[in-house]
């Protein structure tokens, strides 16, 4: 098992219960090579700490900007889609505390980078339930939201998906919705196709190695589609 207090250490957050911050890195494929571990997988904790990310980010930019609603969405896609915090683990070293299978520590590409971002949820949502709110919202604000002005700046926050929904709610005034429609592949390397809708109509199919990757890409088809 990896040595965890060395991240406590760099990250300065003490943890009271070590098995959550051990869950928070336990990927799925780990415990089916270990299942006599006592530990849970991160699923649950990556979708606790998605929801709190969200919601301090979110929280952040209606304090301290005026933007219209448009903007902060996109502002705010920028800083929570897994790229962002695929870089984020990766700056953390949170790289060396992963506990996959040894198939999946074997790959290095795009599932790996999802691998990551959900990592990084899921400590958000560990600190969250052993730290409490104030001290969840101080780690992000200092590693996740300084990087917001360099976002405005380099005019980096435009993302597909938000763009499409922004579209979407103010053309037809419709919130878009996306369902996985296949998912496929071993762990290591899986592939999802995922359709994003406008009430029932199916605008248009994308694939990806993640679903975010596969929701971005169906929603840059969708725009052409459109012609939004």
Known sequence: MKDFSKLEKKLDINFKN??????????????????RINLENNERLEFLGD???ELIVTEFLYKNYKEQEGKLTNWRASLVNSNTLS???QGLDFNDYILLS???SKD??????????????AFLGAVYLDQGFDVTKDFIEKYLIKKLPYIIENGLAQDAKSFFQEMSQKKAKITPEYKILEEHGPDHAKNFVVGVFLEKELVANGSGSSKQEAEEQAAKNALEIKNW
């Open 108 to 121: 290095n590409g795009k599932a790996r980078q999802s691998i990551l971002a959900n990592a990084c949820e």
């Open 18 to 35: 070590k098995g959550l911050l051990k869950q928070a890195f336990c990927h799925r494929s780990y415990l089916n090579e270990n299942p």
């Open 51 to 53: 929801a709190i990310l």
């Open 87 to 89: 870089e984020l683990a």
């Open 102 to 104: 040894k198939g999946e």
